[in-house]
């Protein structure tokens, strides 16, 4: 940035935007050379975006037959002045009560919700801020169970100043959170001077695809009222659960503990996820806090969702015929996609981690890497962006703490580009079962859309040179949000 970085703020310069880890430097890979099946055959296939594009078509046909609720058409124009003009920060009241139905819904009927406790944001992202802003002050922290979403460290803390406290979980228990690493996190912290507000779990988990069972949720519930902290619970994938066990959430288990506090609770929502509209920037705080309630509306003025597209989602949400076939049929076209993405690997020796929820699977390489290191990490996710030409993330942008495992997403796409996906992966597992060499410094790839000889199927990294491929000065900055980048752990 040069000179002009000392006319701008520290916000502007500090690179907690996140976009210097490495989880997106895959997706710049695909941007400049994306796969289309028939213009770029060869091209980066995108297995980066959790993105759900599986039932889009059951949206598209409910706004033909209700062309009443768009305001850009013949038949629902005459609302244009009213919506056009509308400005409250609460919502249009039946927007509130739609997101309700929906929330409810998705949730199999379990448990309701009030309209009156439902806070405008623009997206997931919006909504994480709106509520740091509302409980914590710069250079407070949250405990966050490991792995999680990269961009949290954006969403969370950029602007805010909210600091990220990992508690590490591994594939001992199945990356399960317990009461005894809460309580070493929370500890070793205190210890450190760094003041907790909080405690924030993803369930469904991103990246695991996991669900939290009642009694996990309800120790979680128990931690945070001894401790006095707030739990903040991102929901947002609480719709895409497609197989058992049924999705819990924590208004459930609410009804079951005696004695807490309801002000220490909190949701974040979304429907970029369950509904696969992120583009529609609808992102929900939902808080038993009545105070954060109060002041995140009055936040939600710098991110509202807009009024044409509360307009649209008040009469589609409120259509329970439609919301119940949805989710459905969302739900059985996730299984059969799971279940053919993870049959696909299973055929190469390829196991991922038990789901039964998320747009995405928690896939086991570690018998791939050269060495049990986050830099081999690093070397085998370079090969599979540039030679088997797949954007995939490495757990270690999701802050692992074991090297080799990888989030790859299988929603984002048609069924033809996942054959393709599952082809090239078939044949660099291939090469790479019958490599043979003990050079610790090479790599065994055949290219999926290239002839190549067996002779030519070796990529050699020189140990001069590996840091270079692995990791360039413009991927991680020194101000990068993640306190223990790959490469830095890897040291």
Request: hydrophobic letters at 40%.
């Given at each position: ?155 969370l803390g950029w602007r805010t100043g909210v600091k ?168 059985k076209r996730l299984a059969r996609r799971h279940e ?152």
């Amino acid at each position: 940035m040069g000179s002009n970085s000392a006319l701008l703020s520290k916000i502007a310069t500090n690179g907690g935007h996140g976009e210097n880890l490495a989880y997106f430097d895959g997706w710049k890979a695909y941007d400049r050379n994306p796969f289309h099946p028939t213009q770029n055959p060869e091209g980066v296939i995108q297995m980066g975006l959790a993105e759900n594009q599986l039932s889009l078509d059951l949206i598209e046909e409910w706004i033909r037959k209700n062309p009443k609720a768009s305001i850009c058409t013949a038949e629902g124009v005459e609302e244009f002045k009213n919506v056009a003009n509308f400005q409250d920060y609460y919502g249009f009241p039946d927007f509130r009560k739609a997101i309700a139905n929906f929330m409810s819904k998705a949730r199999g009927g379990r448990v309701t919700f009030d309209p009156d406790r439902v806070v405008m944001a623009g997206g997931a992202t919006g909504a994480n801020e709106l509520l740091m802003f509302c409980l914590a002050d710069p250079g407070d922290a949250f405990l966050v169970p490991s792995p999680y979403y990269p961009a949290f460290y954006r969403d969370l803390g950029w602007r805010t100043g909210v600091k990220i406290v990992p508690v590490d979980c591994d594939s001992s228990n199945n990356f399960q959170v317990t009461r005894a690493a809460l309580e070493a996190a929370y500890e070793k912290a205190r210890n450190n001077n760094i003041n907790i507000k909080g405690l924030i779990i993803t369930n469904p988990s991103n990246p695991l695809g996991t669900t939290l069972d009642r009694d996990t949720l309800t120790s979680l519930v128990k931690f945070i009222n001894d401790k006095n902290i707030h739990l903040v619970c991102d929901e947002i994938y609480s719709g895409t659960v497609f197989s058992s066990p049924t999705f819990t959430c924590v208004s459930e288990v609410m009804q079951d503990v005696k004695n807490f506090n309801r002000d220490l609770i909190h949701i974040v929502y979304s429907l970029s996820k369950d509904m696969g509209v992120p583009g529609l920037r609808v992102g929900i705080v939902y808080s038993y806090n009545d105070a954060v309630v109060n002041c995140g509306r009055k936040m939600s003025s710098f991110g509202l969702v807009s009024s044409q597209t509360q307009h649209l989602l008040s009469a589609m949400l409120l259509d329970d015929v439609f919301v119940s076939n949805f989710l459905k049929t969302s739900s059985k076209r996730l299984a059969r996609r799971h279940e053919v993405f993870t049959t696909g690997l299973k055929e190469v020796g390829i196991n991922c981690l038990k789901s039964n929820a998320g747009l995405y699977c928690w896939m086991d390489l570690r018998k791939l890497l050269k060495g049990q290191t986050f830099e081999a990490e690093m070397v085998l996710w370079r090969v599979i962006i540039n030679e088997v030409k797949l954007n995939v993330s490495p757990g270690s942008s999701f802050r692992c703490v074991e090297p080799g495992w990888f989030r790859v997403c299988f929603a984002n796409m048609d069924e033809h580009t996942v054959e393709v996906a599952l082809k090239r992966i078939r044949a660099f597992v291939g090469v790479q079962g019958n490599k043979k060499s003990n050079n610790a410094d090479q790599v065994f790839v055949k290219s999926p859309n290239k002839k190549r000889s067996q002779n030519d199927l070796r990529l050699s990294f020189p140990a001069t040179k590996r840091y270079e491929e692995v990791m360039s000065p413009h991927i991680m900055s020194p101000h990068s949000p993640m306190p223990h980048s790959p490469l830095l752990r890897a040291n």
